[in-house]
């Protein structure tokens, strides 16, 4: 690499930061003008100032989180519920971006704080953490020479800058004079682990806080709940069903802008309620579905760019919904209010609400479930398998192999350890409490902002795998909802799909095919100049953004003439499939390439076809010389689908074409692909 290179290099990373940081200080802005957290007034009577709350509410311990999905939130309320219901202690559990940090040093009696940090993307903080993290970064030393604090992160190392957010927190609070009880805590998504991490931090670091603040732990303390529990005999206009933000409750009125497209914005807080007016199967194949879904979006304030992430909120099926009531005899027709017991608690869904509306909307109720999960229920088991409860809550080892090998959700698990028998008398309270809130999944959007900006498209492979254990399928909750509603509208059988939904919603709210949405913005982007190379590699649904891009550069030759086709750069994208059956989108390719002629190529890998398998990795490293002249000329990487495996072998090869044909060394080959990665020149949106 010569010098030009290298300059070129740090002109775009420095260019590309700007670009980055752009995003978020407009979402910053966004965020203080349209401030959508319905408890935040509530609690903090509009204040900022974390010394303030803390006083007012009389609170002896804080924990603060940067939550981008919710789980980093949920580990937080778990972890200030526990040093509550052990120790007593009078927790404050606050999101990041609800306070100011001026006073972090002058907390009351020095009380200690846990920091419970997501990563997201390239090492980055949750988007509502900016305001934190341009903290940290003016912070000098000694500033916080009082803080006390622990801090866990949750990560994932199949990315390059694993828990990049938690480890440069912990390095400015130290700079800055904190001093950090026990040590910094990993959780783990790409390894799967994050539940086991948590708890092998959580115990250390309690323990040590024990010492530290002098605790004593009230052994026989039954559950005690954050909420007051009022029951209710009638569904009012302002009973929650299920409604996925207040706006769309009957008492609500939803609000236009002049142009007469409903308001946002659309984020975690409210999603828009989108038609979905086309869905089709994408693969041939009987035992496998993809589903492409278009969102209609037109008449909302939404937009979106080529690149960006949908996010589908999604409700349980029929099925989970009714073995959780039945394995824990609950009545879903009763109708309840809560009100928190203290003003800094957050309640945890829409209320006055039903049992059967939250079990099916607002808890997640599918997944595997967690060790200490099962722990919290001990006091609840049947006499008789009370000890095996107990043994299984404290032996990660057996826990595994008995519950998490055989993919048991909370209920398959209850049910199988007491023998097909119910669970009376565990606390509704406390299942609300400790289960996480369902969450939004989200999706590359695979249409171009250009060429369709009123639709949005999601390419979903739907999760369905037999489970020999439990006789029950194991199952995806959004994306067999997508294939739900595609065979409504498309007058297919149901009777054979594993699950079954209330497609409906609460009060018809999702009729006729529609569900809600947001879009969460990225950085995954085509460079601005259309005479760029670009080489997109993207097997599976990987290449759901590859498909938004080719149909922008498929627009803009449709703007612009095909007299700009000259001009434009070479577009090659690697796909990789099983087989012809899952070979997504293929008809399409054709058309594009008779309009973008040769400035478009696919290069597809079937790897079952014959008997070595071939992935795309394999495809770059046969074509390394073209691959290496369209780096010369300055050609932009993108890579999209798994990040286990296939991110980490593209960039193997990546970095091998560019060490044969440059005659780097492994390491410098590696450190060029790192160097165009900070430039943005390296692209991954990688899950
Ligand atoms: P979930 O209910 O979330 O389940 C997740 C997995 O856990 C499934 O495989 C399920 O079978 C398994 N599971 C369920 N219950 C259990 C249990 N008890 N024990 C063990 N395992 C269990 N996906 C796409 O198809 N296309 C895309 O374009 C796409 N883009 C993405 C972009 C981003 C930025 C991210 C973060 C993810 C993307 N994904 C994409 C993945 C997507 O968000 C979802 O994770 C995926 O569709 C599964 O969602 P689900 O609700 O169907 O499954």
């Known amino acids: 690499m010569n010098s030009t290179d290298l300059i070129a290099i740090v002109v775009l990373g420095a260019l590309f930061w700007i670009y980055r940081n752009l ?73 990041l971006e609800h306070y100011d940090f001026d006073t972090l040093n002058e907390l009351p009696d020095n009380i200690p704080v846990t920091f419970v940090i997501s990563t997201y993307g390239e090492g980055d903080f949750p988007d509502g953490s900016v305001n934190f993290e341009q903290y940290l970064n003016e912070l000098d030393a000694e500033m916080l020479d009082n803080l006390r604090f622990s801090i866990f992160g949750l990560g994932n190392t199949t990315y390059e800058f694993f828990n990049g957010a938690a480890r440069k927190a912990l390095d400015k609070l130290q700079n800055a004079g904190a001093r950090l009880i026990g040590a910094l805590g990993e959780g783990d998504d790409g390894a799967g682990t994050t539940d086991e991490d948590y708890l092998t931090w959580k115990e ?22 954050s909420f007051g529990y009022t029951e209710l005999t009638t569904i009012e206009n302002n009973t929650s069903l299920g409604e996925p933000s207040k706006q769309y409750l009957p008492n609500a009125t939803l609000q236009y802008n002049s142009e007469g497209e409903q308001r946002g914005p659309f984020d975690l807080a409210q999603p828009y309620i989108a038609p979905i007016i086309k869905t089709k199967e994408l693969f041939q194949s009987k035992d496998r579905n993809c589903i492409h879904t278009e969102f209609d979006i037109s008449g909302s304030e939404i937009t979106y760019q080529t690149g960006d992430h949908l996010a589908i909120w999604p409700s349980n099926p029929d099925e989970a919904v009714s073995q959780f009531l039945r394995v824990f005899e609950l009545n879903p027709e009763t109708i309840f209010d809560l009100k928190a017991k203290d003003s800094t608690m957050k309640l945890p869904f829409l209320c006055p609400t039903t049992v059967g509306a939250v079990v099916r909307h607002y808890l997640e109720i599918t997944g595997p479930i967690s060790r200490q999960t099962l722990g919290l229920l001990v006091s609840y088991a049947p006499e008789s398998i009370k000890d095996h409860i107990i043994t299984l809550s404290k032996d990660k080892s057996l826990f595994a192999s008995e519950i998490l090998a055989s993919k048991f959700n909370l209920a398959d698990a209850l049910l199988s350890l007491n023998n097909g028998q119910t669970w009376s008398g565990v606390p509704w309270l406390l299942l609300i409490e400790m289960l996480p809130k369902l969450s939004p999944r989200y999706y590359s959007i695979s249409s171009s902002s250009l060429s369709e900006p009123n639709t949005i498209h999601a390419t979903s492979i739907v999760e369905n795998t037999p489970n020999d254990t439990t006789g ?97 750069g070479k577009m090659v994208l690697f796909y990789g499939s099983r087989d012809n059956d899952d070979y997504l989108y293929r008809d399409e390719w054709v058309e594009y390439s008779k309009t973008l002629e040769d400035k478009f190529e696919i290069d597809v890998a079937l790897s079952r076809v014959q008997e070595q398998k071939i992935y795309v990795q394999h495809r770059l490293a046969e074509r390394k010389e073209e691959i290496s002249q369209l780096l010369q000329k300055g050609a932009y990487v993108y890579v999209c689908g798994d990040a286990k495996r296939m991110a980490k072998d593209v960039q193997h090869a990546i970095a091998n074409i560019l060490s044969e044909t440059k005659g780097l060394t492994e390491s410098e080959a590696q450190e060029v692909v790192k160097a165009m990665k900070v430039a943005g020149k390296y692209q991954e949106d990688i899950w």
């Open 472 to 568: 029950i399928n194991t199952i995806g909750v959004t994306t067999n909802l997508l294939r739900n509603i595609q065979l409504v509208k498309t007058q297919g059988d149901l009777t054979s799909l594993p699950v079954h939904y209330d497609l409906e919603g609460p009060r018809g709210l999702f009729a006729n095919g529609q569900l809600p949405i947001h879009v969460r913005h990225s950085t995954f982007r085509l460079p601005k100049d259309n005479s760029i190379p670009v080489i997109m590699i993207g097997p599976g649904t990987g290449v759901a953004p590859f498909r938004g891009f080719v149909r922008e550069r498929f627009a803009e030759i449709k703007r612009d003439g095909s007299d700009s086709l000259e001009k434009m």
């Open 23 to 95: 995003d978020s200080i407009k979402e910053f802005i966004n965020d203080q003008f349209y401030d959508n957290d319905p408890a935040l007034g509530v609690n903090s009577n509009g204040t900022r100032d974390l010394v303030e709350v803390l006083r007012d509410n009389d609170k002896n311990y804080l924990v603060l989180y940067g939550s981008q999905t919710g789980t980093a939130e949920d580990y937080a309320k778990k972890f200030g519920k526990e040093l509550t219901a052990r120790f007593q202690l009078r927790v404050m559990v606050a999101d």
């Open 204 to 225: 250390e670091t309690i323990e040590l806080l024990q010492t530290e603040l002098d605790l004593s732990e009230d052994e026989d303390k039954q559950f005690e709940s």
